[in-house]
């Protein structure tokens, strides 16, 4: 597939249910996740998206997050 | 092509989901729902079944229909509503402490009678909604609240005794591999009869801290480690005495149902009393 028409990934975080465990940092082969500087309303210093462009849609990080709070659209 | 999210089966109001950070029971109730949807499951022909403790409350989370029982009785009931009701697709959802301790003998009886359960045991070595005190799957030596020197006793292997009950299915998986565990509990789910999903899952609050595993990850990392196929565990020299444990599908059979077989003695007993 040529690279115009490759599917894109769009990772997110839900930052109100991240409880900042870090498994999604330890399994994303691209390193595309890195903690926030704030913290949610449960006390938890969440996790963002910092690369999202280099995501290739492993879904390793959705199997993974124990609060259900990535989810990948594609386009 | 997009994948299962399992989210039409989840109850979003109620998050965030109440377990630690890093929990693994969040981690088996996502490959649940997804699951749920690969196989094309309608809500209203899923009970859930749940007992008591931390991974017992993930019937608040779960849009089907639930029953929420007694601490170590859940096997039973789920019993019930099967044989009431054989349409139904009964998944039942149980701690270590839960299924395999106080609930033990029920594990035992429910493989027996091959009833068409779908168990999912969520093995994190220890009680955990009452402090982490120690279970019947806890390791020898491992500490916990109740063994602050080391446990006595030795941990159950609850695959082993599933199969040696007579389940038609037993698979072990841990929560580092979610896909991994989603597949298992897909076949769980489509097989008659007895299945038991043992899932290998950290208590991060708990037995991690208490067992030179400070940080959530530290417990990922040890799973990933230690669960390993059954030919590499059979070359591993210490096998046992290092902690290592067998992960995959243990036992596939398909031995006939209690519901199945109790259709044909009734039919036996129509025939003789002349069909009626
Ligand atoms: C009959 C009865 N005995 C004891 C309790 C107290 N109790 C509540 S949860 C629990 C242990 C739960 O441990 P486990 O099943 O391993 O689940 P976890 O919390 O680790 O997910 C106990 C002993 C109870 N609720 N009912
Ligand atoms: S795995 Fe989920 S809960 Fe854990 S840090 Fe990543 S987004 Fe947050
Ligand atoms: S106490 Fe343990 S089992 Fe219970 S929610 Fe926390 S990490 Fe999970």
């Known amino acids: ?75 | 092509m997009s994948h299962a999210t399992g989210l039409e089966y989840l109850r979003k109001e109620a998050l965030p989901l109440m377990w630690c950070s890093g929990c693994g029971n969040g981690i088996t109730l996502g490959a649940m729902l997804r699951a749920f949807e690969e196989l094309r499951y309608k809500k209203n022909e899923v009970v859930v079944v749940s007992g008591i403790g931390c991974w017992g409350k993930a019937d608040d989370y779960i849009m089907t229909n639930a029953l929420h029982t007694t601490h170590g009785r859940a096997l039973t009931y789920a019993t019930g509503v099967k044989a009431a009701n054989p349409e139904l697709h009964v998944v039942v959802l149980m701690g270590d402490g839960d299924g395999a301790t106080i609930g033990g003998n029920h594990l035992i009886h429910a493989a027996r009678r091959n009833m068409d359960l779908t168990a999912i045991i969520v093995n994190n070595f220890n009680y955990g909604m009452t402090g982490g005190q120690f279970s019947a799957t806890t390791p020898a030596a491992s500490i916990t609240s109740t063994s602050i020197a080391g446990n006595p006793e030795r941990g159950f292997d609850i695959c082993g005794l599933a199969e040696a009950a007579g389940a038609n299915y037993v698979a072990r998986e841990t929560v580092a591999n979610g896909a991994m565990l989603k597949k298992r509990i897909v076949e769980a789910l489509g097989k008659k009869g007895f299945s038991l999903v043992e899932v290998i899952s950290p208590c991060t609050t708990l037995f991690g801290p208490r067992n030179k595993m400070k940080q959530p990850i530290d417990m990922i990392r040890w799973m990933k480690e230690k669960g390993v196929p059954r030919a590499k565990y059979e070359q591993l020299a210490n096998a046992e005495a290092d902690g290592y444990f067998v992960t995959g599908k243990l036992v596939d059979k398909d031995y006939p149902d209690f519901c199945a077989s109790y259709e044909s003695m009734r039919s036996r007993i129509n025939v003789r009393a002349g069909g009626k």
Do not use: H, W
């Open chain 1, 1 to 75: 597939m040529d690279k115009k028409n490759r599917i894109k990934f769009r990772p997110s975080v839900n930052e109100t249910n991240c409880k900042a465990c870090g498994y999604c940092q330890e399994c994303c082969p691209k390193k595309i996740f890195e903690p926030s500087d704030k913290f949610n309303a449960q006390g938890y210093q969440y996790i963002t998206v910092v690369n999202g462009d280099t995501c290739t849609g492993c879904l390793q990080c959705v199997m993974i997050c124990p609060d259900l709070a990535i989810s990948i659209k594609e386009e």
